[in-house]
């Protein structure tokens, strides 16, 4: 009678592992799906920044020609030929203040998508120790339930142990 009992309770052990191991997977694919997202949303987040730089060169660029426009205007007024003396050097000053800052702008961008970068370099390594431990822990709980313990000490009384001693007899011994 104590044979079936004991079936029985394997097979409560067995399907205890199973179902453990089914919702370590599930964790594993939540843990995945959770990280397909973050990777999702940096690169919305790395297309925002991009747009976000283009449209604040183009609005530099509308208002450089504005300003150019309007000095060519005032030196037409006043007679002057806009490209010599002064006039050529105020064109030539709002063309360099442009051009530094859309290195200035260009510098930003590459700054921030770095930082989104690293961010997900970070994430990536959260979700690659979340796994580990997950795994971890499913094959630890899945030695507990062995009965190692018991299946060690007969190895260590059987003919094989004592003939060939796979190191286990005691030092100096």
């Known amino acids: 009678m104590a044979l079936p009992f004991a079936c029985i309770l394997l097979a409560f052990q067995a399907a205890g592992t199973i179902f453990d191991y089914r919702n370590m997977r599930n964790q594993q694919k939540m843990i995945q799906q959770g990280r397909a997202l973050e990777k999702a949303a940096l690169d919305a987040n790395l297309e925002a920044v991009k747009l976000q730089s283009g449209e604040e060169s183009l609005a530099s660029m509308q ?44 510098f930003n961008l590459l700054s921030k998508e770095a930082n989104l970068r690293a961010q997900d370099v970070l994430s990536g390594l959260h979700t690659l120790q979340s796994e580990t431990q997950l795994g971890q822990a499913f094959t630890g709980r899945l030695l507990d339930k062995l009965p190692v313990s018991s299946a060690f000490d007969a190895f260590k009384q059987s003919n094989i142990a004592k003939q060939w001693g796979f190191g286990l007899e005691p030092m100096g011994g």
């Open 63 to 106: 208002q450089l020609r504005k300003n150019l426009g309007s000095q060519i205007a005032t030196n037409a007024a006043r007679g002057t030929a806009s490209g010599s003396g002064t006039a050529f050097a105020l064109s030539n000053k709002s063309i360099s203040s442009f051009n530094d800052d859309e290195r200035m702008r260009r």
